[in-house]
């Protein structure tokens, strides 16, 4: 069982930045891929940016590549993610996810990761 505990989300103008953070329990952190995903009001949940168990590949959506960088300390058990010249589009709850245990590579659909946070409000005001 890992739980995840999402932090950072709050209120910004846009061209602001964010670093949201991540914190899993247990002592598999490197076991596994994660990933963070994004749902606006009335939208349905999106994928972000996605981190290979030891970081050393990633993969984001369109929308934030460039603006946006994931990563992640295996030591701290923590995933982070960078988050610069933001929108008001880009105003969403932002979920952190970890795929089953031993699923070390990217994925980039909800369906393939195993444990979510409660996620962490992000909003970017005009």
């Known amino acids: 069982q890992v739980q995840l505990v999402e932090s950072g989300g709050g209120l910004v103008q846009a061209g602001g930045s964010l670093r949201l953070s991540c914190a899993a329990s247990?002592?598999?952190?490197?076991?596994?891929?994660m990933g963070w995903f994004r749902q606006a009001p009335g939208k349905e949940r999106e994928f972000v940016a996605t981190?290979?168990?030891?970081?050393?590949?990633?993969y984001y959506a369109d929308s934030v590549k460039g603006r946006f960088t994931i990563s992640r300390r295996n030591a701290e058990n923590t995933m982070y993610l960078q988050m610069n010249s933001l929108t008001p589009e880009d105003t969403a709850v932002y979920y952190c996810?970890?795929?089953?245990?031993?699923?070390?590579?990217?994925?980039?659909?909800?369906?393939?990761?195993?444990?979510w946070g409660q996620g962490t409000q992000v909003t970017v005001s005009s």
């Open positions: 247990g002592r598999t952190f490197s076991s596994y891929a």
């Open positions: 981190i290979n168990w030891s970081g050393s590949s990633t």
């Open positions: 996810a970890a795929r089953r245990l031993g699923h070390r590579e990217i994925a980039t659909t909800p369906p393939n990761y195993l444990y």
